[in-house]
């Protein structure tokens, strides 16, 4: 029985994990983080990297994660099961199935590594914006759940309510969780898929879409996550083309003092019907 | 027996499996593709793009590949096992794993799926370049064998060869097959790879770097590679950060008209020992 999902903060409600003894673990959906269809995408990878971090052989931090969207997760238990692939001197191979009544609706592959003190920069730059407090908290057109669990300050791109398209797909804002929680591997995982479809702002109103597949490099050391601890995370995302049905989400994810914690980029589906 | 690496097009002799009857394939590791260590990674990539394709239920074109790089390939044979995960109405889902004796070397989860006439845009801008022919061809202080398989023409960025730590990790380069061939998914997906190591640039001299985890998305529909043929295409990578041994390279390859045809991103383990 679950009993986690009542106390404590939602997000430890989604990562939650019940191992079973072997290499796999069970797991719910939990309400608040539910999104237009099952739950939200990036709960779903903080779940699987949880998994792998709980393994006894596990060696390193997370360094990379590949989760692929195969098929709604219904609401409910699901299962997880994960390999260990290869280890080697310092980074870690494993694969994951998210499974459900016997049917696969998540694939998933990760990296972990040891960090090592090698020559280091940081070349992204960071987009300039003002104090969070400066901004009004975002209001959301879109009915989903998992959104009310973070406080948004929309800096740039805020998503659109039947409007002409945007010039841009840019979006920045500040977010934190609402209630507050410290930041870790799983919550920063869950954070790479916290923007709305780029689409929405090509398009200038929302239209059915949804993410087949989301990469997330992890360029943080858990010293790192632990100083910016329940601050706001500057995140920016943009689309570099739409075509066929599909689009790409590139992503950043910045501490407050300027370290690019995370990488991420998304290929999204999407239908452009009124 | 193995008939096919004399005649053609080395690429061609990269992406020539032999089925197993079921869901997988033998391959060979092709000397002109050679890499540092083991084959090139772009060819690794693209021999597991062949095999989904021709899987007989395969449905629609490439639209996302992830190959991690778990450990490296040795020099002859090697087995790539494919697996359909699901089939959607649009898109389908696949993951590979390829081995050698028994021990797994590289996996991979794909997307494959049917493009729509609906609302497209290319947002990304195309970087400036003149005409290929007014650049010399690259020389490569690296005694890498794949990049004499590559016509390469530097704009910006080219190899260091112990300088000083260059300004920024960016390349920009037009690079055709030599000898020629037209453009295709597996081509496109072993092109993704091209790009040598950010973090020479950063370093101003090659260190021993290695990819970790590859992913591509695809945006080019077949029809659009089709009209590329065996011109250049323009080809541009730079890191975001690097730290802890480990740092992202995020592409770009476009056509000459334009056309942004795919979009890459890798994360890489480095050493900084001189």
Known sequence: MKTGQCTGHPLDAVIDIRPDGGRGADGWT??????MVGPFGGATAAFI???IDAQADRVGEPVALTVTYAAPIADGEFHVHVDLVRT????????ATLSQDGEVKSTATAVFGIRREVWSDIEAVMPTAGEPASYPPATWPLGVAFLRNYDVRVIDGAPPEDEPPAPSSLSTFWVRHDPERHLDFPA?????????????LGLGRSVPAGTVSMTTYFHASAAELERVGDDYLLATARAQRFAGGYFDQAAQLWSRDGVLLATTNQIVYYKDSR
Chains 1, 2 share one sequence.
């Open 188 to 200: 920063l995982a869950a954070l790479a898929d916290v923007f709305y479809p780029r689409v929405f």
């Open 88 to 95: 080697n001197r310092t980074n870690q191979h494993w694969t």
């Open 49 to 51: 990297l949880q998994v």
């Open 30 to 35: 939990v309400p608040e983080y539910g999104n």
